[in-house]
């Protein structure tokens, strides 16, 4: 018998509804829910470890989204026919979600801990991923998991001077800005998103508008709690700690490593990496060598210690003096050169490099057969610019196996990506397939926004016109809640990253913003402290696109020479056919004699032939065959053609690309020819005149003897009559011819 659901649900500004149900899927998981908005059906559920696994001192939580293709009618491609990995669209989402979860649990909860989400119903009106956060903080309030407080995301987007709360496909595609925000009831948590060059203000109404949906959404989980019986929370392990020592290392050593953040402003990081190291060993030098049995000392309770002094050094030194651990002001960047044209093969090429941050960039431009093949449950095409990012771990002075790109790089990718995308020309302007690679060769914080700059750089170097240069900045934030004291740090270290209350990453051109991510880590972040770090990020960006134009501030008004040329030719709709030939035979004997590549895409109800090559000779002999192809032959006009095949009574020649006409043996010399023979050769050229199209058959009639002068004294026969032949009536009467039939 099928248990009684408990459902709740609520509205969004225009009036469509959003229900929750928990109590008949996924019963034996910690938590489950399924959220449906139309047709749209997501399952969450949420697992948690009862006990920690012993030595974590980390919160193990995983976050997989994942969409069924069953859920939109859809069969996997591929040979296996079934779901695989996750795709990096789904890896996004994961890192949506989790991004925004992670900081509500206690900083004490290391219990193991797995949400999965999935899409079990699809509505082509419906995206579900500005659902899947709902419904994770959902599946955690019916369980007994003990997350601090519920937290929803919606998508917003501005259409118009309108704000709309998780639309329809096409309204984001016709949007100015489009972003997800993850907030609880009182407090945002975390922003990602795109805009065509928006202003900051209608970024901070954005998020304020979604945050006012937020709040019923989390009011609902509240109640959806009540209903399920679910506000007690499990009691968890305290990690083990020891107060005393605690207590006399920070009377002991906190000064001295907050004398060693001030004096360590002009160190690198791995200097200030060791400064904390020789006085966390100035006290392991004073512990005797052979302790007792039961007294042997924590060195990883130590080591947390100093940490988390050197966390507060660092944090009190910037409030108290209002200097970094660099030394630099707070909105100041750090020193920045470039160069384009590094890699003199690479059809594009950049270096940036901002402080200890360095990004080597390229841009290979390809044809529309190298897109990207897009095929998941709710999305399929192609994607003709792509940007990869890489990470390897010499960027940061480690050493560990290279397994390829993690969530991380995957993130900071799509994240470059969407700042660039919107300043691209159009298919029309830039018919290319373009691919992005940033290689991160160091990274002391920003390496995402390094990308960024470089690619922005290595784009015009490659020639591709951009309507704007972009620049990136990461911002950081340092607060105290009990003084009130906050500093925003612009182009954040690493350290300040990891220390810091706030990561805003902003991307934009001078005209306003592109991309942005930002994740908040404090609770009590007013708006007017957030549109005070968007000024000061704007402020920021201006000074990087600054430093970027000294190198190139225009894309290059020619390609470099190995780059390859493109040239389109619209054909009429019925004569796509005629280019690509039977079976492509015709579009591949173009390929195979020019060398260039040739696509061919009906638009508009023509047909748009794209014909790429790095050599300019061949992409003109290309584009001349397919003019040819495409072209009307023109009675009276003398052709260079090719002798195709020789018969008895003349010769088939070939005076335009796939056109074909006859020249009778009458028509290759002024004198008469007994034969054919010897007289032409297969594939010989000739020149020919079009002497006639026949108006119902559309057969070419050629000649090649007016092209050349007659012989002396030569006398042409007059031509026969043979409408005298025939009778009277022009179509000659055939019973006149027959002998009379005799009777027998």
């Not at 910690?30 to 959220?35: H, K, R, T």
């Not at 590094?342 to 059809?347: D, G, I, K, Q, T």
């Not at 050769?681 to 026949?694: F, P």
Request: net charge negative.
């Amino acid at each position: 018998m099928k248990p009684n659901p408990i459902v709740k649900t609520v509205s969004l500004p225009d009036g469509r509804e959003i229900s929750v149900e928990t109590g008949v899927l996924a019963k034996q998981a910690s938590g489950a829910v399924v959220v449906k908005m139309g047709k749209t059906m997501l399952l969450a559920t949420v697992v948690g470890a009862k006990e920690a696994r012993e030595g974590t001192d980390f919160f193990p939580l995983s976050v997989d989204y994942q969409e069924k293709f069953a859920a939109a009618g859809r069969i996997p491609g591929g040979f296996l026919k079934r779901e695989g990995r996750l795709s990096d669209y789904e890896i996004l989402i994961s890192r949506l979600v989790d991004r925004a979860v992670r900081p509500l649990f206690p900083d004490n909860y290391h219990n193991e801990t797995q949400i999965m989400i999935s899409l079990i119903s699809a509505d082509e009106e419906v995206l579900p991923d500005a659902l899947a956060g709902f419904a994770a903080s959902a599946a955690i309030a019916v369980s007994d998991l003990p997350m601090l407080e519920p937290m929803s995301e919606v998508r917003v987007i501005k259409l118009g001077e309108e704000y709309i709360i998780n639309p329809t496909p096409e309204q984001i595609e016709e949007a100015s800005l489009e972003c997800i925000v993850a907030a609880t009831y009182d407090n945002i948590m975390m922003v990602e998103g795109e805009s065509k060059e928006v202003s900051e203000e209608d970024l901070l109404q954005a998020i304020q508008k979604a945050h006012e949906t937020i709040k019923l959404q989390c009011q609902l989980q509240r109640e959806l709690a009540e209903a399920a019986g679910t506000t007690e929370k499990r009691e968890h392990l305290q990690p083990e700690g020891d107060e005393e020592l605690e207590k006399f290392l920070h009377e002991n050593y906190y000064q001295a490593i907050y004398d060693s953040v001030k004096a360590g402003t002009s160190n690198s990081k791995s200097e200030r990496k060791d400064a904390l190291k020789e006085i966390k060993q100035s006290y392991l030098d004073t512990l005797p060598e052979e302790p007792a049995e039961g007294e042997e000392p924590n060195l990883k309770l130590i080591s947390n210690y100093f940490n988390k002094m050197y966390k507060k050094a660092a944090r009190n030194f910037v409030l108290d003096e209002g200097t970094r651990l660099d030394g630099r002001k707070t909105n100041e960047v750090r020193p920045i050169w470039s160069e384009i044209d590094y890699l003199p093969a690479a059809h594009g090429s950049a270096i940036f490099t901002r402080g200890e941050t360095q990004s080597l960039t390229t841009v290979t431009l390809g044809t529309k057969l190298d897109e990207q093949m897009i095929d998941g449950a709710m999305t399929s095409g192609y994607n003709r610019f792509i940007l990869h990012y890489n990470f390897p771990a010499f960027s940061t002075g480690e050493a560990r196996p290279n397994r390829g790109p993690g969530r991380r790089e995957v993130g900071h990718g799509n994240l470059a990506m969407r700042a660039l995308k919107n300043v691209l020309p159009s298919y029309e302007d830039n018919p290319y397939t373009v691919r992005v690679v940033s290689d991160i060769l160091e990274s002391n914080g920003s390496s995402s926004m390094a990308t960024v700059c470089a690619g922005s750089l290595a784009l015009m170097d490659a020639g591709v016109n951009l309507k704007s240069p972009v620049s990136g900045i990461a911002m950081g934030m340092i607060s105290d809640s009990e003084t009130g004291k906050f500093a925003i740090l612009s182009d954040i270290l690493g350290d300040e990253d990891h220390l810091g209350d706030m990561d805003f990453k902003l991307t934009g051109t001078a005209e306003g913003i592109t991309a942005y991510q930002m994740d908040i880590k404090i609770d009590g972040l007013s708006y007017e402290v957030l549109h005070k770090a968007l000024l000061q990020a704007k402020e920021g960006r201006m000074h990087i696109l600054g430093e970027m134009s000294k190198t190139i501030s225009t894309a290059r008004e020619e390609m470099k020479d190995h780059a390859p040329r493109i040239h389109q030719i619209i054909i009429p709709r019925d004569m796509i056919g005629a280019v690509i030939g039977p079976g492509g035979k015709i579009v591949q004997e173009i390929q195979r004699e020019t060398g260039a590549t040739i696509t061919i895409e009906e638009v508009n109800d023509a047909g748009r032939v794209s014909i790429f090559a790095t050599d300019k000779q061949k992409l003109e002999r290309a584009k001349n065959i397919v003019t040819e192809i495409v072209s009307e032959p023109e009675e009276g006009k003398v052709y260079t053609g090719t002798v195709k095949k020789i018969t008895d009574f003349g010769a088939f020649v070939e005076f335009m690309r796939g056109k074909e006409g006859l020249l009778h043996i009458s028509e290759i010399t002024w004198e008469r020819l007994p034969s054919m023979e010897g007289v032409l050769e297969e594939n010989e050229e000739i020149q020919v005149k079009l002497m006639e199209v026949d108006p119902r058959s559309g057969k070419f009639r050629l000649s090649r003897k007016v092209l050349l002068p007659k012989p002396e004294g030569f006398q042409e026969r007059p031509p026969r009559d043979r409408s005298n032949d025939r009778g009277g009536n022009g179509r000659g009467d055939r019973r006149s011819s027959r002998p009379p039939r005799r009777n027998n």
